[in-house]
């Protein structure tokens, strides 16, 4: 690092090639707290050792700091928030997290096709598992429809999520689709696996109800479009 | 507690909270309100409101806990969410104040800068000091200075670059620096 230290009793102030002398000073409060990166530490030190002004703006930096923790510390919160927080929390639902459904089904697809296989493809050849994965699907069903639910449109997921189907449609993955683009765009059409593959690959999907997403026909046209990841698509009939 | 073991405690305790467990958010509020309190009092100046956007902040940690993915951490996440509701709600009062024309009247009863500087110490001038900085400024100095956070956590938790935190940061000093002088207290500059 080339300094360009100047003499001490000149206007000039302090810097390097790579640290402005706004940027070390910027840098004192975080090298005091010691959350400060390595590079910009050694970049002080070197500072406070050779600028003699440097240890007097420490000087300055430290006294703003204690008078700022002093000024918080003196404020105290209300002891009762916790009461009123728990009734809030009690009569509030939590939101369903969709980027959580998206985690379950990349680790299970990754579960039931990648693990077995010693080498795992970059890119996923459906066909190639899907004699695998009817022998791992009929051991653990990634869905299953809740008792008493045979006729209802309302599915549990193993996780205890709920959600509602719109309407179902049988597809098949490109052979070239990759696993990851495959989770998130189910995710992102608000879609999920209920059942398959079959042996040839065909895969029954199901649009669950979402209020943030466009209405179920341009959802379905949208997923029938997708080439690069859909081959096969056959509608059944809305609900 | 070391400060990993309290980032792993805050990451079991959103764990629970995203399967519904209601005494985890209990000993999160615990280990949390009080610095959120602050932040968010020192920001918006009212007691009153700064209690209830504590209890939002938890409530929307609560709400959406499954949408803590752990890319920052859960101090820094839930700081950015006070930030988002502090400078909201002050948005609105401005709007509210403008639109009542209330803006024009508002004066400020207390002692002037001068006077009130003078009557303290080197700290009580600070403390006046800082507690006149902009919104904008007076949050990166609490979230340097108080709450000990990185650049890049800053950065996160105003959702700003990284080196605009060191720009702004820069200018706050600044901002403290002319404060002072105005009210004839030099301490120089940087």
């Keep these: 690092m080339a300094v360009k230290m100047t003499d001490p009793y000149s206007k000039e102030q302090y810097s390097t090639d790579k640290y402005s002398h706004e940027d070390l000073v910027s840098l004192l409060p975080f090298y005091l707290s010691g959350k400060i990166e390595r590079q910009d530490k050694d970049a002080v030190i070197q500072w406070l050792n050779n600028d003699p002004d440097a240890s007097f703006i420490l000087e300055k930096v430290e006294a703003e700091r204690m ?49 077995p296989l010693s ?33 209802s449109t309302e599915y549990n997921l193993a996780s205890g999520e709920k959600y509602t189907i719109l309407s179902t449609a049988i597809v098949k993955f490109a052979d070239n689709a990759q696993m990851e683009k495959v989770a998130e765009y189910l995710d992102d059409t608000g879609t999920i696996i209920i059942d398959g593959p079959t042996a040839s690959g065909l895969f029954v999907l199901g649009f669950i109800e979402r209020d943030d997403l466009p209405v179920l026909k341009d959802r379905q046209k949208q997923f029938k479009e997708n080439s690069n990841l859909i081959s096969q698509f056959i509608l059944k009939a809305n609900k | 507690m070391n400060e990993h073991n309290s980032k792993d405690r805050d990451v079991d305790l959103m764990e629970r909270l995203k399967n519904g467990d209601q005494s985890a958010m209990q000993v999160l509020y615990a280990r949390h309100y009080q610095r959120i309190y602050r932040f968010i009092l020192r920001q918006i100046k009212d007691e009153i409101m700064a209690e209830d956007i504590v209890n939002e902040v938890f409530l929307d940690c609560w709400r959406s806990a499954g949408k803590f993915e752990g890319r920052s951490s ?33 004066v400020d009863d207390a002692d002037s800068p001068q006077i009130e500087l003078m009557k ?60 002072l002088c105005d009210a004839g207290v030099d301490r120089g500059w940087p």
């Excluded at chain 1, 928030?81 to 990349?106: I, Y």
């Excluded at chain 2, 700081?79 to 509701?85: E, G, L």
């Excluded at chain 2, 709007?95 to 209330?102: H, L, P, T, V």
């Excluded at chain 2, 938790?157 to 620096?177: E, G, M, S, W, Y």
Aim: proline share 2%; with cysteine.
């Design chain 1, 119 to 151: 080498a795992a493809p970059a890119e996923l050849a459906w066909g190639a598992c899907a004699i695998m994965m009817v022998i791992s699907l009929s051991q653990s069903a990634l869905l299953y429809q809740g008792a008493g639910q045979s006729q």
């Design chain 2, 120 to 179: 303290g110490d080197k700290g009580d001038q600070l403390r006046y000091a800082i507690s006149k900085l902009s919104e904008t400024h007076a949050a990166v100095i609490d979230l340097a200075y108080y709450h000990e956070m990185s650049i890049n956590e800053i950065a996160e938790v105003l959702d700003v670059p990284a080196n605009t935190i060191k720009t702004r940061l820069f200018h706050a000093r600044k901002n403290l620096h002319e404060i």
């Design chain 1, 67 to 115: 008078a700022t923790i002093t000024a918080n510390e003196t404020l105290q919160a209300p002891v009762d928030g916790l009461k009123r927080l728990m009734q809030d929390v009690a009569s509030t639902p939590q939101e369903k997290s969709f980027n959580n459904s998206t985690t379950n089904v990349l680790s299970w697809l990754k579960e039931k096709i990648l693990a």
């Design chain 2, 74 to 106: 859960v101090t820094t996440w839930l700081t950015a969410i006070s930030y988002n509701k502090s400078i909201s709600y002050l948005r609105k009062r401005r709007e509210a104040q403008m639109s009542d024309g209330q803006a024009e009247a508002m």
